[in-house]
């Protein structure tokens, strides 16, 4: 029902999460580690399912939420163990993305509570 808007948002998300992704492997190399590279391991080592592809606007939103709150969870245990490695670039990186993705966690909530709201009224 909502394509147009939610794909708009979606590719927005992709494309950053495309940057975000090459900041972080940039970090490891700062740190002199190898960052991982292959699709296939990165689905290996995921703690996110994939979804079905056939979904309503509003469960895609709700699973994009459910996601965000594992991402967030895994993020804070990358800031707690930056901070007892005394890591501060970590820190900074991850903790503007846990900003970030907190904001637009809550954009999607309220997108979602709006349209809910609204398709009960009909």
């Given amino acids: 029902r909502s394509f147009f808007d939610l794909h708009v948002k979606f590719e927005e998300m992709y494309d950053d999460a ?21 699709y296939s391991d990165y689905l290996k080592l995921s703690n996110l399912k994939e979804s079905k592809s056939e979904l309503s606007d509003t469960d895609m939103v709700k699973n994009l939420i459910d996601d965000h709150g594992t991402i967030l969870s895994q993020m804070s245990k990358v800031v707690k163990t930056a901070g007892e490695c005394e890591d501060e670039g970590t820190i900074d990186l991850i903790g503007a993305y846990i900003r970030e993705l907190e904001t637009t966690t809550w954009m999607l909530d309220a997108w979602r509570m709006n349209t809910e709201e609204t398709r009960k009224a009909i």
């Fill in 18 to 38: 495309a940057i975000k992704i090459d900041e972080i492997a940039e970090r490891i190399l700062t740190l002199r580690y190898q960052p991982t590279s292959n």
